[in-house]
C-alpha cells in the first residue's frame, strides 16, 4: 500500500484472514472499513487494549455495527502482551487457525461444501 486510501486489488472470501500489523494506526481505519464489506473468517489488528478502544470507537464515529465491531480481533493472539515477534506470530497463527476451524466447522453444519485438495 502507498497510501492510506489505496488498497490493493485483492479478492477478500470467506475463507480469507485480515490481520494488520501496523504500528501507525491511523492506516488500520480505511482498511479496516474495506474488510467489513466481505466476509472474512478473521479480521485482527495488532494493538494494545487501549489501542483496540480507540479503534473501534473510530469505527462507531462512522457508524460501523456492533455486529462488525464484534468481528475485529483486538488485541490479536491466545497469548495476552506477547512482546517478541516471534511469540506474537505464534499466537496469533493459532488464533487464525482456530477461527478458521470454527468458520470451516460452521459451513459443514450449514450444509455447504468445503474445496478439499488432493495432495
Known sequence: MKSQNSFPD???DDWSAVLLLFHAHEWEHNILIHALQFNPFYIGALGSPKTHKVRIESLMDVNISAQDLDRIHGPIGVIPSARDAHTLAISVL????ASYRQASSAMV???DHLMTVAS
Open 94 to 97: 493459532a488464533q487464525i487457525i
Open 109 to 111: 453444519q450449514n450444509g
Open 10 to 12: 485483492l479478492v477478500i
